[in-house]
């Protein structure tokens, strides 16, 4: 499990990392840096409540697994059903701009 979550987090980096180069590329004028570029495309708003909604997450997750709160069949439905919704809403927006 580790080594799969290891190549999952290089992968998103990895990505992440050329979205923001590609999107500061957009923006990067003679005056400017690449790296001033970066700094004026991550969407600083956005990063601010996901870093400690992923810390608070992370901790009441691995509460929850070690008292075994929760079923695991449960907590796979309710992914499944939540990534289905997200999915269908992605296609809505889509669709219809």
């Keep these: 499990a580790g080594t799969s979550v290891a190549v999952v987090v290089m992968t998103a980096f990895t990505a992440a990392i050329i979205q923001f180069l590609v999107l500061a590329g957009d923006v990067v ?3 400017t840096s690449l790296w001033e570029g970066v700094v ?3 969407p600083w ?3 601010q409540f996901t870093v400690p909604a992923a810390v608070i997450g992370g901790q009441i997750a691995s509460y929850l697994a070690a008292n075994q709160i929760l079923d695991d069949k449960a907590v796979e439905r309710f992914a499944a059903i939540l990534f289905g919704v997200i999915g269908v809403a992605f296609t809505i927006k889509c669709v219809t701009g």
Aim: hydrophobic content about 45%; cysteine-free.
């Design 45 to 47: 708003n956005f990063v």
């Design 40 to 42: 004026r495309v991550v």
């Design 29 to 31: 004028t003679p005056t």
